[in-house]
């Protein structure tokens, strides 16, 4: 119920009892005992109002502070830490859905901090569609204890509550609630522009941070329905046309979200931008080119999604220019990925304190030179995680160095996409000494060259690479069966195997349960933890009662959702091993898309078995 409505109706309902209490009391009453009478009654009476706070409510006695963590809780949630091996199975990225068009809270109050001679009346002005552009936040009102009504009720009822930011549902409890948000800056510390134009509600966001560091997340893959236009003959065809799909951001959008944000590029701590129109991407590079060192960056995404294949030279061309952003420093940087977006590599101060770093379907022509790849993976000591997926240093390998390249401190490497020259050229160069998790996704042709470099002893090393790895994961990878025998017979070490078997030739699996010709056990002796796609039970229950009759028992076996188990394969698999369900990520099941959920194993969810 509105405020104002509430307010009229417990008034009347008041004013009546009062003046019932004064007709039945007897003459003899005195104006004290009738006035004593009519608290105790009006307690009795709103002892249940939910817009009255119980007496003793306990979450009004909470400090501030307490108050303001649990707002952050409930605005940020904390996802729960997992063990290793299910980050290795379900990763840790949670993409956020911010994409409430239509939340209302108040315009600021006042101008926003743009650059030297900037106002926002410069910036462009809203569609027909987005009315004032106001968001809408009535607070002259509040007032009273948490749980004294809505110190903010919306004077539109065009959206559902539930759909808002937590933050703001806080901020419309009462005026103590408001009070505590809006002095917590770490509640707005997330701007996405998901609103649309003109963004009203991201630049009270952003004023609203008072200095807390800031996490951008914009996604211009977004689309907006627009009823299609019709030529006025009124004809059938004209009447059940349905409305047609149009980007939801314009190139002056990106142009109006750089313009809010570079002012604050100091306190930026992560930025992440997707798009499928390169022309948006540019813009932001452009911006970020001009922007000074963003020294509390700690993580920068960029991502283009485009369905071409591996290409020699990037379109369009007119946007190819390779920009040198936040002037080439950002000394808390640690996490990077560029999809289908290449810089000025030669910019060392970016990659100097990087942990993760993901290079994605770059053309051949944008990819860094041998030199600055090598810098690239070389500046940061504490640099453990990399990703090379239809990228890696540009030219012929014939250009590029004969010197071996020593990476210690690299543990988790991904590779994808590759031709096979390419790759093996690449990693006779590269001594990946201390590399113990490997995900390998190839989907054409004959890579049994690539597994022979494998099995090859490290650059300047005595064992392979394939020797150290504690956890393997092949996605997709057409090879010859001898090739398959020799990547086995090089896993020793190998405790955790995934092996996506809607894409792999089935020999990848039969050849587990199978001792090899020549050999006097079965392969990949420490193997306790498989997990599989396009797998049914009975294939699950042979390979379990086959290994554990070789005394090589598995113990953990991950299902994906797909493949469902019957009954008595379920029953069976859980009384010898723990039998758990994933999720797999959005690309093992559509591989016509080749983008989405590409973090291998890392995307799926585990469902837990009953």
């Not at 540019?282 to 000074?292: V, Y």
């Not at 057409?478 to 020799?486: G, M, Q, V």
Request: net charge negative.
């Amino acid at each position: 119920m509105p405020s104002n409505l509430k307010a009229d109706a417990e008034r009347d309902i008041l004013s009546g009892f009062k003046s019932a209490i004064t007709a039945s009391a007897s003459i003899s009453t005195t104006e004290q005992e009738k006035n004593e009478l009519f608290t105790k009654y009006t307690e009795d009476l709103l002892h249940n109002n939910p817009y009255k706070p119980p007496k003793g409510c306990p979450i009004n006695n909470l400090p501030n502070e307490l108050l303001a963590y649990i707002f952050e809780i409930g605005a940020y949630p904390v996802e729960e830490e997992e063990d290793d091996e299910l980050d290795y199975l379900t990763g840790s990225e949670v993409e956020s859905d911010d994409d409430d068009d239509s939340l209302n809270d108040s315009v600021p109050t006042k101008q926003h901090e743009l650059p030297e001679g900037v106002q926002l009346k410069d910036l462009p002005d809203a569609d027909a569609n987005d009315a004032s552009g106001e968001w809408v936040d009535e607070d002259e009102e509040e007032d009273g204890s948490c749980c004294s009504g809505s110190g903010s009720s919306s004077s539109s009822s065009s959206y559902d509550d539930s759909e808002q930011f937590f933050q703001i549902l806080v901020s419309h409890v009462c005026k103590h609630w408001r009070e505590v948000a809006l002095s917590s800056p770490g509640l707005w510390a997330t701007v996405s522009f998901s609103e649309g134009r003109p963004f009203a509600r991201s630049i009270a966001f952003l004023e609203r941070l008072q200095g807390h560091p800031l996490n951008i997340d914009i996604d211009c893959q977004r689309a907006r329905l627009v009823e299609p236009t019709h030529d006025g003959s009124g004809s059938d065809s004209d009447s059940d046309s349905a409305p047609e799909e149009q980007p939801f951001y314009s190139q002056e959008d990106i142009v109006t979200m750089m313009v809010l944000l570079v002012p604050h590029v100091s306190r930026w701590r992560s930025f992440q931008l997707l798009t499928s129109d390169y022309a948006h991407m540019h813009t932001a590079l452009t911006a970020l080119s001009k922007c000074p060192s963003a020294p509390l960056l700690e993580t920068l995404q960029l991502y283009h999604y485009d369905d071409a294949d591996e290409a020699e030279e990037f379109e369009p061309k007119e946007l190819s220019q390779s920009f040198r952003i936040l002037d080439g420093d950002a000394p808390k940087l640690s996490v990077m990925a560029l999809w289908g977006v290449h810089i000025d590599w030669d910019s060392p101060g970016l990659f100097a304190h990087l942990t993760d770093i993901e290079l994605a379907y770059h053309a051949k022509d944008v990819r860094p030179s041998w030199d600055h790849f090598i810098t690239v993976l070389k500046s940061s000591p504490a640099l453990e995680t990399v990703t090379l997926c239809q990228a890696g240093p540009g030219g012929e390998p014939s250009s590029w160095s004969t010197d071996t390249v020593e990476l210690p401190s690299i543990k988790n490497l991904m590779m994808r996409y590759q031709e096979p020259a390419y790759i093996v050229a690449l990693m006779k160069r590269l001594a990946f000494i201390n590399v113990n998790t490997l995900t390998l996704d190839y989907d054409t042709d004959d890579y049994s060259d690539f597994v022979k470099q494998l099995v090859e002893p490290i650059p300047g090393g005595r064992k392979s690479l394939l020797s150290q790895l504690e956890r393997l994961k092949i996605a997709g990878m057409p090879t010859e069966h001898k090739a398959i025998d020799l990547l086995y017979a090089e896993l020793q070490n190998c405790k955790n195997l995934n092996l996506n078997l809607r894409d792999l030739d089935p020999v990848w699996f039969d050849k587990l349960r199978t001792v090899p010709e020549g050999g006097d056990q079965l392969p990949v002796p420490r193997l306790d933890t498989l997990v599989t796609m396009g797998v049914d039970g009975d294939q699950l229950k042979d390979m379990v009662a086959v290994r554990e009759r070789a005394g090589m028992p598995l113990k953990k076996v991950y299902v994906a959702e797909g493949d469902q188990l019957d009954d008595e394969a379920e029953t069976w698999l859980k009384e010898r091993v723990e039998v758990e369900y994933f999720e797999p990520s959005d690309s093992e099941e559509d591989d016509e898309n080749p983008f989405d959920g590409y973090d291998d194993l890392e995307d799926g969810m585990i469902i837990e078995l009953d």
